[in-house]
T-cell receptor
Framework: EAQVTQNPRYLITVTGKKLTVTCSQN?????MSWYRQDPGLGLRQIYY???????DKGDVPEGYKVSRKEKRNFPLILESPSPNQTSLYFC???????????FGEGSRLTVL | AQSVSQHNHHVILSEAASLELGCNYS??????LFWYVQYPGQHLQLLLK??????LVKGIKGFEAEFIKSKFSFNLRKPSVQWSDTAEYFC????????????FGTGTKLQVIP
């Protein structure tokens, strides 16, 4: 089954404790992206990757890092989480030349 | 700058009522348009999309949208909503050439009352 898988789905952590949210897709998509969803703000892009070893900042990259060492994986790293990073995070992927985004189930992160 | 606007933030309807959610975009050149739906506690799913051709696009679950180029609009419609349509709806757009950054609207929460 074609899917985008994120882990963890729910996480409560404390300020400053490094965490990683994993994202994996099994559709051989070149393009992957991270979004955060906040009430009244819709989805805002954090980082994206056009292919392996190619990443770039989206609209709200501050406080986040990403890596793309393999085509299927695109982890989101919060080196020193802060309460303003409490949000619902979505990973998405798309084929090269494709136009539709496929989303993961979401990861709800709370930073205390 | 590219932008997508959804003017209705929260809509409450009774079952069987007709639905129209507004979406306006600001893009130069050719644009691809989408509506995604997010049911409570779930991820976003594609509802329908427009790339070219017939400006009236039909999607899943009886939804349709009309692309009106002169108004920069892509409004979502459904003639008769059901309780199961309760969800948040996002309009999205990207340019059809080059790197296709997707821009989302802020979403419209639809609540359907039985």
């Amino acid at each position: 089954e074609a899917q985008v898988t994120q882990n963890p789905r729910y996480l409560i952590t404390v300020t400053g404790k490094k965490l990683t949210v994993t994202c994996s897709q099994n559709m051989n998509h070149e393009y992957m992206s991270w979004y955060r969803q906040d009430p009244g703000l819709g989805l805002r892009q954090i980082y994206y990757s056009m292919n392996v070893e190619v990443t770039d900042k989206g609209d709200v990259p501050e406080g986040y890092k990403v890596s793309r060492k393999e085509k299927r994986n695109f982890p989101l790293i919060l080196e020193s989480p802060s309460p303003n990073q409490t949000s619902l995070y979505f990973c998405a992927s798309r084929a090269s030349g494709g136009r539709e985004l496929f989303f993961g189930e979401g990861s709800r992160l709370t930073v205390l | 700058a590219q932008s997508v606007s959804q003017h209705n933030h929260h809509v409450i309807l009774s079952e069987a009522a007709s639905l129209e959610l507004g979406c306006n975009y600001s893009y130069g050149g050719t644009v691809n348009l989408f509506w995604y739906v997010q049911y409570p506690g779930q991820h976003l799913q594609l509802l329908l999309k427009y790339f070219s051709g017939d400006p009236l696009v039909k999607g899943i679950k009886g939804f349709e949208a009309e692309f009106i180029k002169s108004k920069f609009s892509f409004n979502l419609r459904k003639p008769s909503v059901q309780w199961s349509d309760t969800a948040e709806y996002f309009c999205a757009a990207h340019s059809s050439g080059g790197y296709q950054k997707v821009t989302f609207g802020t979403g419209t929460k639809l609540q359907v009352i039985p």
